[in-house]
């Protein structure tokens, strides 16, 4: 192993998919991501973006952070430190989930794979091991960084059920959210239906030595169907369409907010839905009680078609021509609705009353110049494009 | 089966007060005690039979006015063997110091009128600023938060208290309000042994030494104390401190609390988050809308209630509890009456000859170790109740600074302590060694496990300025409720901490009065 | 010829204050007992070829309100960022301190996954107690004790502030200014080393050890550095310390202020209550509508006024208040870099600071030394080699090292230092950094090293202390330098403070000049052009 010590030469490590990827990264344009190093855009985001829509897309997703979570008292570990009831999580499935601090303020969402009867694989967006660990005490609970320790992949596009069976990996009887695995180079691929596009889509799981190869046999049987490689500019103008939110640019982390009046809860995130008050106490459940009885959520989260082709991003948000009431956290224009659609924080009550009307102020930079536009948005609903194909068992084959 | 309005868990004084107030506000309280008889730190006799049968508590100096009328204890068997006990500071050499009345309101021995007289100046501003704070200690700690519900009026009154300092002496309190002792002592005196008792007195029972910044603060949360009436005057009761928890005890049962003893209490019943009853480690269940917890916070809420019924956040500020005991306890066994180069034994003696010896003790214990020469405050209860010379007698003293987490294991540090202990006292008491029939030093892992108190720390959790009022023990429990509805704490750990005072169950009592409809 | 402003003390307050007034149009001096100008902010050839920073070291808490301005990097100033920095383990390791984040995490990670990931949430947390602190150091404190409407407006202006904060995050800053670094370290971490790393700030320079209540505060005052930007960022000044001061200097002859070195003051004229002027040492006299005293309050009230002009009362508080050193300095020229056999070839670590204490315990110990009044025995070193960012201190080659050392008290068992006291505590110090080393000793060209005595001696701080005064609470805010004289002002008419010793306290900071400058500002009612500090947003 290098030694540890050495980080300094290299502050951004690379994934196990990194050859490859630097390879395909002909703009050579790369990001960091949890401390990783990811490609932005490999080609060009469009045909990318494309290739999510239209065919299939590999998408490295080795950086996302995971907590292995195993023990006698994970289920009632886990039922305390997150919103949904995970004793209703069957083995072999996954569900979308997140978890508040003491005031019912969103630390993070992310994924929980429930491996086994008391073995769990959380990924999400931010590191939590000192909250994960002390939300551990009194509980029969180990927790882990993982991270390292498992290559992921994200496989999206229509295609991709096709590219799977190709490869050698029949997920034809794989439903949305749920897991199977397959014997591969004599180690155990994990194969869930997930994904951040809101498309037909896997995520592929495999210990770091095999990532290549597994790299490899995805593009051969990809190769027919135009498979791409996706850098992050692409999957996030999918999962902007898809209405997924992103820890950090959609909110902020209420351990990391140092402005206080930036946290926010799930209800002002739209993400109440998950919250299962009759499985015993959570973290926050208290708090989230009161502010479900006494209706004191400050904040709405809301979807909005905005006129016109220009992206919003980070627009601020007006009911008439003059009084704020929120802001654009994500936006985009949207190929595959031909719309300029937005992800937003809005006051209470405006979200439903705006009599003036919900306003966009986006400047649009052309030419040096700022072009302010006053735009006018609708609130629609999530998500902004939801073909029937994502959830179609078995898959269609496009 | 009775049934009952409240369950209170824990029998010491903190208890046995709230109990009685929950009583005499119309309450059906039930008082679970583990101990085979109630008292917590005041239990014991006389010492009759013997050192090991010594209270904890040795004095009483913050026994809470409106505990002691409102439970009548003179009703009840409590008196006085001395009131306005004078204090000894004592010299290794003879020339003792002996301060009089309360807080030393007069001093006798060698001393010149320069100290004489900035002690007097001193004395008068501290006690000032200390009866400024004593209102506070009645009070639920206000909430920070706007429109929380404060007792607005009162508070103002204390502020306006404040105030009327007049504006030389309000910003002398603001300056000095978070000072550490030993700058104000070596400011204004002179003399080491006025310094060094003094310094010993202002942390005593606290894990700060005298160059701590905020040790001034604890030095007038005690002057704010009172005993017989007296404010910042030490007393002792008549037939030991026993006496304080069985006159507590009677009173407690003649106001109709069912009071059980050995009854442990394993964990507090929480029911669609609510606290509903508790069960004894005999498996019996008691049921009651309101639980009230006089064991110390981080028990009550790590180990009775569990975290997981709790937040992560909040079991983070539990854990965060600071409760470093820095007190050892001695209780000697004597053949005879002990020979102090003739210091009056009727008074509390102290063996602290200078500030830096203060220090440097406590020097030792943040490492975990034990100081080679530890200072103390003895008292002979059997001086004040007419032992002879040659008779047996019993020495109680507070030994500082021990440590809580001994590095070299308990059972060392023990033997090194009382060793040490006992050579500081032979160098005052020569032949005293020859004297002891029995000994037992209670060192503060021995104090936690034989009276629950977390880390041997007599107060529940450390009596400092990140640790009071609305602080205290932290600020999501200061006002005594928790977030589990029914469950309120009521120990020292609590607002206005302990020793022998009752204050905190008093006040936990007259907020849950207040908040739980009859 | 009379001035309508002389200065006691060209250091960087007396500076700063000097270069407001004189930008308003006022004729002020400023008056410097020694050679050279500077205080405590001095590059000095004290070996030759050598540039010494020899008292401050490092730059960072200057607050950058003022460097716009009073123009410093058009006069000069050029501030260069740490890359690094360490602390060495006895066990022949070290914890490694980096600029990126994932390497800092990564590094943190060698010692405690667990610390590597709750350093965040402690960085969030300092940096919401200096988002709070930062507005009031460019602030004249308010009296609370008086019922002045500028009292009152400033004393609702606080409240306002802290209204704006929720319950929990009030209570938070309470227990933060009032507990121990070493407590509030062990809430958030568990490996010793990154404890005893992160306690650094809560000591230099003051009287307390990481375990005294109050000195968590003082990490938050070291820290204020550069809020918005990397909490606790610090840099070298390009050409050492003195270059902050160089600069300060061109800034006021550019505006028509005078400095005058060689002379120091002798007695602060006060006629009918009034200041009039300054006498210095050989009589001269120099007349002046108003004085300013960068010098710290005990030695201004102490040494240079007549007794007989001051309130009783005030004497003796001055007398009070607390100026113990606690630090020493040892500034050394080196043949040649120095090896550490710990770190790996080519790292960055030796361009920042370097520590060579690994717990929270050995620092607390070596303050023990301090109450005892002895120097540490194992001393805490805050230690760095500015030439391997700035090649202009030392001939090619070689380097200069600065190490600033703690403890070392003003009083060695009551007494004077002696020569030999100061030679064992260099030696002391110079054994510290062999262990680590070797062939160290071999290096040293020469060895400066000073002790509280050599810093009252030469620079004028009283018993050594670089704040010009303690920072706990009891001389913090309006009180300091003593409750009712908070705001610069003097029982003497015409007699201001301006130094370290006033609000908000020592660091090369300039904010007590400022601050200074603005009171006179408004007492004269003359026109200013004086930037607010910058709004927290």
């Not at chain 1, 405006?350 to 536009?373: F, P, Q, S």
């Not at chain 2, 508590?57 to 505990?67: E, I, Q, T």
């Not at chain 3, 003082?218 to 550095?225: F, S």
Request: with cysteine; hydrophobic share 40%.
């Amino acid at each position: 192993m290098k030694d540890l010590r050495h980080h300094f030469e290299a502050p951004l490590r690379t994934t196990a998919f990194h050859e490859r990827i630097a390879a395909a990264n002909v703009l050579n344009e790369w990001a960091p991501w949890a401390g990783y190093t990811t490609a932005t855009v490999l080609e060009d985001a469009e045909t990318e973006y494309t290739a999510i829509r239209n065919t299939a897309s590999l998408y490295d997703l080795c950086p996302m952070i995971k907590y292995r979570i195993t023990g006698s008292g994970a289920v009632d570990y886990l039922n305390r430190l997150t919103l949904r009831d995970v004793s209703r999580l069957p083995v072999d499935a996954v569900h979308y989930t997140a978890w508040c601090d003491d005031q019912g303020k969103l630390l993070d969402d992310g994924t929980l794979f429930r491996l086994g009867e008391t073995e769990f694989l959380l990924c999400c967006q931010e590191r939590h091991l000192p909250w994960l660990a002390d939300s551990a005490i009194g509980f029969d609970v180990s927790i882990r960084d993982a991270t390292d320790e498992i290559a992921g992949l994200s496989l999206q596009g229509p295609c991709t059920a096709a590219v799977l069976t190709e490869a050698g990996f029949d997920v034809s009887a794989l439903k949305p959210f749920r897991i199977a695995r397959y014997p591969f180079q004599g180690s155990t691929l994990t194969i869930s239906r997930t994904g951040f596009t809101g498309d037909l889509g896997y995520e592929l799981w495999i210990e770091p030595g095999l990532a290549l190869p597994l790299w490899d046999r995805l593009m051969e049987a990809g190769s027919y169907c135009g498979i791409r490689t996706v850098g992050s500019t692409a999957l996030n103008l999918a999962r902007i369409e898809a209405g997924f939110i992103t820890t950090n640019a959609d909110f902020v982390p209420a351990d990391q907010a140092v402005r206080e009046d930036r946290v926010r809860s799930p209800y002002e995130m739209a993400l109440d839905w998950m919250i299962d008050f009759g499985k015993g106490h959570f973290n926050g459940r208290r708090a989230l009680l009161k502010e479900r009885d006494t209706q004191s959520g400050e904040w709405a989260f809301v979807a909005l078609d905005i006129e016109g082709n220009v992206a919003a991003d980070h627009a601020i948000l007006y009911d008439g021509r003059d009084r704020e009431i929120g802001q654009v956290t994500s936006a985009a224009w949207s190929p595959v609705t031909k719309s300029s659609i937005a992800l937003a924080h809005m006051r209470r009550p405006y979200d439903t009353k705006a009599k003036g009307g919900i306003w966009a102020e986006i400047y649009a930079l052309r030419e040096l110049h700022y072009v302010k536009l006053m735009m006018k948005a609708e609130i629609v609903a999530r998500p902004f494009f939801a073909p029937p194909r994502r959830r179609a068992t078995p898959p269609g084959r496009f | 089966m009775q049934s009952f309005d409240a369950i209170v868990i824990g029998g010491g004084t903190n208890g046995m007060a709230c109990a009685t107030r929950l009583t005499k506000g119309g309450k059906r309280v039930l008082l679970l005690d583990a101990a085979d008889r109630p008292g917590g730190a005041a239990i014991g006799g006389d010492g009759a039979s013997g050192a090991s049968q010594m209270p904890l508590a040795h004095l009483l100096m913050m026994l809470d006015p409106r505990v002691h009328a409102g439970m009548d204890l003179d009703q009840h068997g409590f008196s006085y063997a001395a009131t306005d006990l004078a204090t000894t500071a004592l010299s290794a050499t003879g020339d003792h110091l002996v301060l009089e009345g309360p807080a030393g309101a007069s001093l006798s021995g060698s001393l010149s009128d320069t100290d004489r007289d900035a002690w007097a100046t001193l004395r008068k501003r501290l006690l000032t600023y200390a009866e400024a704070l004593v209102p506070f200690r009645a009070l639920t700690p206000p909430r920070i938060a706007r429109k929380a519900g404060n007792d607005m009026l009162g508070l103002a009154k204390i502020g306006l208290g404040l105030r009327r300092l007049g504006r030389d002496e309000f910003r002398e309190f603001l300056r000095l309000f978070l000072i550490n002792v030993a700058d104000v002592l070596e400011d204004d005196l002179t003399d080491e042994r006025l310094r060094g008792v003094l310094a010993f007195d202002a942390v005593l029972g606290s894990w700060l030494g005298p160059r701590s910044p905020n040790s001034l603060l604890v030095y007038l949360n005690r002057l704010a104390g009172e005993a017989a009436g007296t404010r910042a005057a030490l007393a002792l009761p008549k037939g030991g401190m026993g006496t304080v928890a069985d006159a507590m005890a009677r009173s407690a049962a003649a106001s109709g609390v069912t009071l059980q003893s050995g009854a442990r209490v394993e964990r507090i019943l929480i029911e669609d988050d609510r606290a509903t009853g508790v069960v004894l480690t005999t498996g019996e269940t008691y049921r009651a809308p309101t639980i009230v917890s006089a064991a110390g916070p981080k028990q009550t809420l790590l180990e009775l209630v569990g975290a997981r019924h709790l937040d992560t956040g909040f079991v983070r500020h539990t854990r965060n509890i600071r409760s470093r005991g820095g007190a050892a306890k001695l209780h000697i066994a004597l053949t005879a009456r002990p020979d102090f180069r003739g210091a009056d034994l009727a008074t509390r003696l102290v063996i602290a000859p200078d500030i830096n010896a203060v220090e440097t003790a406590f020097n030792a214990t943040k490492y975990g170790e034990v100081p080679e020469r530890p200072v103390m405050e003895i008292v002979i209860p059997t001086a004040h109740e007419g032992a002879g010379a040659d008779d047996p007698h019993l020495l109680s003293a507070i030994v500082q600074f021990a440590p809580h987490d001994p590095r070299d294991g308990l059972d060392k540090a023990r033997k090194q302590m009382l060793a040490n202990t006992l050579g500081v006292l032979e160098d005052h008491a020569p032949g005293i060694g020859g004297l002891i029939s029995e000994s037992e030093l209670l060192m503060p892992q021995d104090i936690e496990a034989r009276y629950g108190m977390a880390g041997g720390n007599w107060h529940h959790g450390e009596l400092s300025v990140e640790q009071m009022l609305f602080l205290r023990p932290f600020a999501d429990v200061a006002q005594y409720s928790t977030p589990i509805a029914g469950l309120w704490l009521a120990s020292a750990g609590s607002h206005p901490g302990g020793g022998i005072s009752g204050a905190a169950g008093w006040n936990a009592a007259e907020r849950i009065l207040s908040r739980v409809a009859a | 010829m009379s001035y309508d402003a002389a200065i006691i003390g060209a250091g960087h307050n007396g500076l700063v204050a000097a270069c407001y007034l004189a930008r308003a149009g006022l004729k002020v001096v400023v008056v410097e007992k020694n050679d050279w100008i500077g205080g405590a902010a001095v590059s000095r050839e004290l070996h030759p070829g050598f540039t010494y920073s020899n008292c401050s070291y490092v730059c960072s808490l200057f607050r950058p309100e003022i460097m716009r301005d009073l123009e410093l990097p058009k006069y000069g100033l050029q501030v260069l960022p740490y890359e690094g920095g360490a602390v060495f383990t006895r066990d022949g390791g070290y914890l490694a301190i980096f600029r990126d984040h994932d390497a800092n995490r990564r590094e943190f990670a060698r010692y405690s996954p667990r610390d590597a990931e709750a350093y965040d949430r402690y960085s969030r947390d300092i940096m919401r107690h200096c988002r709070f602190i930062r507005p009031l150091l460019m602030r004249t404190p308010p009296d609370p004790a008086t019922f002045r409407p500028r009292d009152l407006a400033e004393l609702a202006w606080l409240g306002r502030k802290v209204g704006e904060m929720s319950e929990s995050q009030i209570c938070d800053m309470i227990r933060f200014w009032t507990m121990s670094i070493s407590d509030f370290l062990d809430e958030h971490f568990e490996s010793p080393v990154i404890k005893a790393y992160l306690a650094v700030s809560a000591i230099i320079g003051t009287a307390l050890g990481p375990m005294s209540p109050g000195s968590a505060y003082v990490l938050l005052h070291h820290y204020m550095g550069d809020v918005d930007g990397n909490v606790g960022a610090w840099g070298f000044a390009r050409g050492g310390m003195g270059a902050i001061t160089q600069a300060l200097t061109a800034s006021l002859r550019a505006s028509g202020g005078e400095v005058r070195t060689g002379k120091g003051v002798e007695q602060v004229l006060v006629r009918n209550g009034r200041a009039v002027g300054l006498r210095l040492d050989g009589g001269e006299e120099i007349a002046a509508k108003r004085v300013l005293s960068n010098m710290d309050v005990k030695r201004t009230f102490l040494k240079h006024v007549d007794r007989d002009e001051l309130p009783p009362d005030f004497t003796r508080r001055v007398e009070r208040f607390k100026t113990r050193g606690s630090s020493g300095k040892l500034n050394i020229a080196l043949d040649a870099a120095p090896h550490f056999p710990a770190l790996p070839e080519g790292a960055p670590m030796l361009k920042g600071d370097l520590h060579f204490t690994d717990s929270v315990e050995r620092m607390e110990r070596a303050y023990d030394d301090w109450k005892a009044g002895r120097f540490s025995r194992d001393p805490f070193q805050d230690t760095m080699i500015p030439t391997m960012i700035d090649p202009t201190m030392a001939p090619p080659g070689k380097h200069f090292m600065s190490c600033f050392i703690q403890y070392a008290p003003p009083k060695i068992d009551g007494r004077d230092w002696t020569d030999a006291d100061r030679d064992a505590f260099g030696q002391t110090v110079i054994d510290q950094i062999a262990e680590y080393s070797p062939g160290f000793k071999d290096r040293v060209l020469h060895a400066e090293i000073r002790t509280p005595r050599e810093l009252e001696a030469e620079v004028g701080l009283t018993e050594g202390n670089i704040f010009q005064g303690e920072l706990t609470f009891d001389q913090l805010l309006f009180n300091r330098p003593v409750p009712g004289y908070a705001q610069y002002k003097t029982p003497i008419r015409d007699l201001w403070l301006c130094g370290s010793s006033a609000h908000p306290g020592g660091g090369v900071m300039g904010a007590p000049g400022r601050n200074a400058a603005a009171e006179i500002l408004r007492d004269t009612r003359a026109p200013t052009e004086m930037r607010e500090a910058y709004a927290v947003v």
